[in-house]
T-cell receptor, first 112, second 116 residues
Framework: TQLLEQSPQFLSIQEGENLTVYCNSS?????LQWYRQEPGEGPVLLVT?????EVKKLKRLTFQFGDARKDSSLHITAAQPGDTGLYLC????????????FGTGTRLQVTL | DAMVIQNPRYQVTQFGKPVTLSCSQT?????MYWYQQKSSQAPKLLFH???????NEADTPDNFQSRRPNTSFCFLDIRSPGLGDAAMYLC???????????????FGPGTRLTVT
């Protein structure tokens, strides 16, 4: 099963710090989604990006889609303990339109 | 609220004893997916239904089967669970894909399967 390269794998930071998570592919996405998953729960959709260069904001979270639609980043400003979880990017390719290819995941721990 | 529901949330079965996990959705989505997720890993797609068309992933073991009796329900059957099948099983749904249009997948809360 193909996976997208996601970095870092693990991140432990203190409340109030900023962080960025990256998601990279060698192929062009038709669209890309970011999910957050808490222990024992299913992934929850945060955002979908479609257009190259697109930037979307969700409160303290900023999502960017690369100009070439091969990469994306998630930036969290002033992280809070409630941001703790597994962050997954998931891309849809044109050739496999009905399926998502997931990133390897970034486990974020935010401590007081 | 429209949603994806999975039952049960926790399932314990014995080695080799068949088990069925269920998923229902009120989103009226055409596509339903089953994923297996092991600890701190990305979800792994087992198969999906596009309407009634079943699409199996090449590396999904024969031990895993699925049924979709109608638009709203989808079942995952594990015929002879092994210890290695202990995992979180996630159901997801999405609308049919149209050209150039994104179609997000919405996940249920998952069923955690324990094999003893």
């Amino acid at each position: 099963t193909q996976l997208l390269e996601q970095s870092p794998q693990f991140l432990s930071i203190q409340e109030g710090e900023n962080l960025t998570v990256y998601c990279n592919s060698s192929s062009v996405f038709s669209s890309l989604q970011w999910y957050r998953q808490e222990p024992g729960e299913g992934p929850v959709l945060l955002v979908t990006v479609v257009t190259g260069g697109e930037v979307k904001k969700l409160k303290r979270l900023t999502f960017q889609f690369g100009d070439a639609r091969k990469d994306s980043s998630l930036h969290i400003t002033a992280a809070q303990p409630g941001d703790t979880g597994l962050y997954l990017c998931a891309g849809r390719y044109f050739r496999t339109a009905s399926k998502l290819t997931f990133g390897t995941g970034t486990r974020l721990q935010v401590t007081l | 609220d429209a949603m994806v529901i999975q039952n049960p949330r926790y399932q314990v079965t014995q080695f080799g004893k068949p088990v069925t996990l269920s998923c229902s959705q009120t989103l009226n989505h055409n596509v339903m997916y089953w994923y297996q997720q092991k600890s701190s890993q990305a979800p792994k797609l087992l198969f999906h239904y596009y309407d009634k068309d079943f699409n199996n992933e090449a590396d999904t073991p024969d031990n895993f089967q699925s049924r979709r009796p109608n638009t709203s329900f989808c079942f995952l059957d594990i015929r002879s669970p092994g210890l290695g099948d202990a995992a979180m099983y996630l159901c997801a749904t999405s609308r049919a894909i149209s050209t150039g249009g994104p179609s997000e997948q919405y996940f249920g809360p998952g069923t955690r399967l324990t094999v003893t």
